[in-house]
């Protein structure tokens, strides 16, 4: 990939105002991951790892969650004049995002 394209593909960032308190959710689950790795070295009591796991993998979810309907709440409006100019591809796409919700 030449640094043309590289450039092109950025030029227009698939960003929503939601991303960056994503992000800031993500970075502190991946702090709350390290310390149950840390955790787990220290052969803390496997119930209290469990608990910690419990939690960041509720965090993530939510993040997730956060995620995606951010998307459908943004994109819908793509989605629905594709399909008024008889294009699939939006729906498409639309479909596959909510296969992880």
């Known amino acids: 990939m030449s640094e043309h394209d590289h450039e092109h593909s950025h030029a227009h ?7 960056e308190a994503i992000i800031k959710r993500l970075k502190r689950a991946d702090g709350h991951l390290r310390g149950i790795i840390t955790m787990i070295e ?11 796991l419990h939690a960041v993998e509720k965090a993530i979810c939510q993040a997730k969650r956060t995620l995606i309907q951010d998307h459908i709440d943004h994109c819908l409006e793509d989605t629905v004049s594709a399909l008024g100019n008889g294009e699939r591809a939006p729906l498409e796409a639309f479909k596959q995002i909510t296969k992880y919700l």
């Open 13 to 19: 960032p698939h960003t929503h105002q939601s991303h």
């Open 42 to 52: 220290e052969g803390r009591e496997c119930v209290d790892i469990a608990q910690q």
